[in-house]
């Protein structure tokens, strides 16, 4: 490893504007001037189309002889110019052939690599980011309307406007990027399968996005490569392997080097093998194999929430679920009585222990969340509230089944993906006789369509 020199499923949302959209008759943006002068009828192949919603996933959509009609790039309140690429069921995707009509909300994107057939690393540089608010709004209404089927009101009373970034651009601190069939890195496309090499990246925070731009790295057996900055400055970098060998690495970079093997199992090379992250006054460390929320600054606004809707007392027992590095429990601690924090690979816990060594008020349990449940239901342990921060595929339906055995009067549940977080409250509420609260959702990825969030559920 040297330093290198320098080379250049979708619904039907509510409009964003509640029924009224904002547009101009502009091309910018990725739009493409009209040369069509005079001429107003479209190729046989092609259609004009008003984007009236924005869905979950990132395209916004439309209706065309019937079928709804997805398209990226575009913006709610657009008419467009398009072509059909594929159709599934009983919807249509197609691609935006001109930009007839444009929406106020609209800016030029400050990535060279944004756009069609580009990098799909960032979905929306080509919305105002008050309007990516709104429009992670309306599809989290959306999704628990349609998806969670709840009903108007609930979602009117539970869902709270999102909370904006602190930063909306520079604001990641780590990475994964993926290599190409040439060696080189980046993000994938839209397609989910090719990868589309990169020079820059703007969401990347600046000294990481130094860093990448000063690494050579070629083994025939690496796959993706993370980067990671701590709170302190320092900077590590993982690559991810496809075979079991750990390759030979001279290195004259200030940096820390690492790999992670098939079967998950970290290697140190070069320099230390975790960062640390500052969160609310405390430290945080991250081993190789962890993972931590790229936006730090936005995850005191996470904690908070949190801890505004459980609401503890000092003689509550709380569980935390999914716990990872421990950096909510760290924080219950300071208001309840016990909390039990329970996380599965074994180099996290590790990592949990050591942040949290100063409480002696924090029980940690290795395992997986299914098979611990189902030994705290045995021995018919009792809790005030859980803490739920599943992967984005959301709760296992074992996971379910011993959560509501467990009887346990308040959940927080924290959510990346809008949909699975809909689906399970759904479940709760129906299998479990709770109530959805509140749900807060946050902004942890500017300039993209994801959507975190927290929700709140309470018995009955």
Partial sequence: MARKNKSNKPGKPRNSRGGRSRSRKKQDGQARPNTN????????????????????????????KGRTTFIPYTVPGETVRARVTEQKGRVDFAEGVELVEASADRVFPQ???????????C???????????????????DQLYRVGNFEDLVVERALRSVVPSPQQWRYSHNIVMVRDKEGNFGHFRIDGRTVESINECHILHPDLEALFDIIDVDYEDLERMQLWRGSDGKTMITLEMSSDTAPQLTADLPTSVNIVLPDNE??????????????????????????????????????????????????????????????????????????TLVESYPPVVTDAEE??????????????????????????????AAVLDPPSSGLSRDAKEVLLALNIPKLVYISSDPATLARDARQLVDR?????????????????????SIALLVKK
């Fill in 266 to 339: 970290p290697a140190n090379l070069v320099g230390e093998s975790s960062v640390y992250y500052e969160v609310g006054g405390r430290l945080f460390r991250v081993t190789v194999g962890g993972t931590f929320r790229a936006n730090v600054p936005q995850i005191e606004n996470l904690i908070a929430s949190m801890l505004d809707m459980l609401e503890l007392s000092d003689n509550d027992s709380v569980l935390d679920l999914y716990a990872g590095v421990g950096i909510f429990s760290a924080f219950l601690a300071h208001r309840a009585g016990l909390v």
């Fill in 355 to 384: 942040n949290l060594a100063d409480f002696e008020n924090v029980d940690i349990v290795e395992g997986n969340v299914e098979d611990v449940l189902k030994v705290l239901v045995e021995a018919e342990e009792v809790y005030d």
């Fill in 432 to 452: 479990g006789g709770y109530e959805l609260v509140r749900v807060q959702p946050l902004d942890f990825a500017p300039q993209t369509y994801y959507i975190d």
């Fill in 123 to 141: 979905q929306w540089q080509h919305i105002d980011y008050r309007a990516q608010l709104l429009l992670k709004q309306d599809v989290m209404a």
């Fill in 37 to 64: 002068k005079g001429k107003n009828q479209p190729k046989d192949n092609t259609f004009d189309i008003q984007m009236f919603a924005m869905a979950n996933g990132g395209f916004a959509l439309g209706s065309h």
């Fill in 111 to 121: 990535c060279p690599h944004f756009g069609p057939g580009q990098c799909w690393g």
